[in-house]
């Protein structure tokens, strides 16, 4: 397992961004335990956000994800999302979503061995970057064949048409509209996962697989209901699951493992 | 000397954030030199900004800073600017001066041994952390003895009061607008250097000791020229430097060692 | 929580090295999850030492101590020990006991606001960690209230007097005497916690609070009971814990958090 | 240009270890200069070794290896030389020489976009790291199409045949025996550069370019003079260079510009 650390000029930033990487293309050699042979194949890559507050060392540091890297032999990118839910800010020239969606994915995969197949690459986060990972995995719904949403921040159900004053108590309708733009265009926009999933149904293109998980006791539970009545009322594939647990790392640790293992067992057919 | 990589989560950035820090609290032991005593005294420090496009690598990376921070007995940090001019935004919450000019100066004497004093506590930066670092020493001038400006970025003087449609190459109306606010509001606000100067002179406050210097071929030549005739005609001590040199490694690499011997031989007295 | 990279020279190791920290001065702010005050008094600090063929990265990226940090208001210091049971190497001049033992204590408490009180200063570590703990622990028993020792390499059992030819499909008799020393004569040396035990029960000093920790399936299960049999035999005071578990991370994940548990409830009393 | 920290599990060295690497897979974008467009073929690659009491953060942080590796479009990657001059410590199982000459290569080539062939991959380094770069550079021939050696302590020379009670000032005896093993069987060894010169010759094979130089008052010039008396001797091609100067990094900052100058200009042909 390399663990890497990458700080490099991205254009879509048009600044020095760091992220965090797990490169399972080596193993460790614990005494007591046989050593595995390693496949050389290309590996699989999956696009891991944080959520809000965090940055590019949450899941490394919170979670035991290098474990599972391993384990699942998958390389796993963490980027640092800014409080800026990966949508893009074009006015600042901060493209949260082109970099996270699309930049990172093609210099990963120039800079390391990594599978340039679909179905070799996932996104996934948690709160703010569980949204990230559904808005982008469906905006860019081209390079991903699956989605990992744990305990999703779905903000659009709870702000879009929001009124000056508008606070939810982490944040206010000026933070809202600095981030998602103007609100009331909000509905129907790209940064409505909704509407993402219906433009990607008809236009004919794949949808990716999509996993998601939420605690009973997360304050962000009714719009992790909502999207997966929504996707449920829309046939598309959906796994989803609740558990007792509120919204923090010892319910995003036990299942990014789960989420990992669906991952395994429904790896995307070729297509 | 320790080279420190800090991640913490900064209030005034609402989110995790990454620093560099050189703190020469020991020193290396080369052959063929003679080891030199440490001085225990709490260590005078420079905060150290990078220009657009960087982070804080570049300081490190590109320039000879850290045998610099060793030779004279200097603590250096360096934030990330993130392409905001180390001025608030405070829609989205990322207040850049506030964290620069404030919460980092508190946070490095809380975690390190530092000297309180203000005649040990310095900023300095080139480009657009050159204008950084003279709006936040002078508006935090409180806590800054010095101020050292390379190359400074004074965009004020370039940007009040333009229109939409402004452009100047490098970044247009939009992202102008974005970082600084309502242009036509900038003249005199706490963003424009002069403003900051005459009202630091009608309180009586100190003023820091100010450094600047500009290559001769920079493009910036001028917004530098002209803040160092107002400092002139205002009477407030300035020391100025040009020499042939464009924006790049080798101008900043020269001025940052001739910026900390000024530094050394102009310690601002007791007061 | 600080999450800390440093690099600095070490005298007991003439070079440069690398150390990660976990210094929880400041707290998080997770939406949802109240804001705790923090206790502004120095930090007690563990010193926590990694296996066989890992480094400073393990302990960080394998378990949650992050979050244990941030939970038991301890500042965490990860060295690296380099395969080398953090002993003593007086002919090569890397003296990694004198380092994790002596310097790093003093070194850290030199750069962090930690306290320097014995009782709020602790080690630990696991395999080949675990018997650096110990050793350390009791070989600079002034510095340390207490000692953290899971699934403990306690190898001086095994290898003391070892034949050439030696080997216990680990390492063998070349490793071991390269490593520590002439191994006829490591009975009774510093390299023997018995004997460690023995010199301060002599000397009527203090030994510090004892955690000893391993899984019923793990290969070093014999040599803890027996260094746990000793110090009963020996009316030395120690929390001794089995359960089922091998040689890996989920026992050792498991292990630190009810060892920090026990820190906090078994904090020794003042002096 | 992508700057990357490593860490990862080498079977030379049985354990997890950490360089550091430049990568110039994309440009930076600095205002007021225009953009390159990057050549997509695979990168020539350097392996530089830091010198006694330094790691794998020397070069980076001391030179402005940083903007040479964009300038030249080639590839820097940083180990750590831990004092053990670059050669194998077969006893304790860390096979520094073939961790930097064989594992090293390959397993950078296997992350990374490099070119494999022998003429793009160089080996350089100062001081201890000199040595380390003339040595595993001519051990490890068939890899490297050229070797820069700053400041080269090439200590055989000095060292070998010493007997018990000898010191250079830096180190003894028991230091050199622990690093170089039986010094009366040093000379004609595998650690013995002319012997390793001799070697190739012998055989045939190709030797890599040779660059050295050192400062005219450096500590260390006679056995650089030495060494390239010998390669002119034997008629081995070198370029060998000596300047006013010390053993320092001034030095090392200006002739690392020149080595690369050098390579860049003195392209093996390919073969």
Same mark, same amino acid.
Request: a negative charge; hydrophobic letters at 25%; zero cysteines.
């Given at each position: 397992m390399a663990t890497v650390q990458v700080n490099f000029f991205s254009k879509s930033m048009r600044r020095e961004v760091s992220f965090n990487a797990l490169l399972p293309v080596d193993l460790p050699v614990i005494p007591g335990q046989s050593e595995t042979a390693i496949q050389q194949q290309p590996l699989k890559s999956l696009y891991l956000l944080n959520g809000y #507050? *965090?940055?590019?060392w949450d899941w490394i540091t919170f979670t035991r994800i290098r474990e599972l890297a391993d384990r699942y032999r998958i390389a796993v990118f963490m980027p640092a *999302?800014? &409080?800026?839910?990966?949508?893009?800010?074009e006015d600042k020239g901060e493209l949260y979503g082109q970099y996270v969606g699309q930049e990172l994915v093609a210099f990963t995969r120039e800079l390391f061995p990594l599978s340039t197949r679909r179905e070799h690459t996932f996104i996934g986060g948690l709160s703010m970057g569980g949204y990230g990972a559904i808005r982008n995995g469906l905006k860019? =719904? /081209?390079? @991903?064949g699956g989605i990992i949403a744990l305990s #999703?921040? $779905?903000l659009p159900y709870k702000i879009a048409n929001a009124e000056p004053?508008? #606070?939810? *108590? $982490? =944040?206010?309708y000026k933070y809202f509209t600095r981030v998602f733009g103007d609100l009331s265009k909000l509905?129907? #926009?790209?940064?409505?996962p909704e509407a993402l999933v219906m433009q990607l149904k008809e236009s004919g293109a794949l949808i990716p697989n999509i996993y998601m998980a939420c605690g009973t /006791?997360? @304050?962000?539970l009714d719009v992790n209901q909502r999207f997966r009545d929504f996707l449920l009322r829309e046939h598309v594939p959906v796994t989803y699951t609740e558990s007792a *647990?509120?919204? &923090?790392w010892d319910f995003w640790n036990d299942y990014i493992t789960l989420a990992l293992d669906w991952l395994a067992s429904n790896e995307p057919s070729e297509q």
């Open positions: #507050s *965090g940055n590019q *999302g800014e &409080n800026h839910f990966y949508v893009d800010d860019y =719904a /081209e390079h @991903f #999703s921040a $779905i004053g508008y #606070s939810d *108590g $982490i =944040a206010d509905e129907g #926009s790209d940064k409505d /006791e997360d @304050f962000l *647990g509120v919204h &923090n």
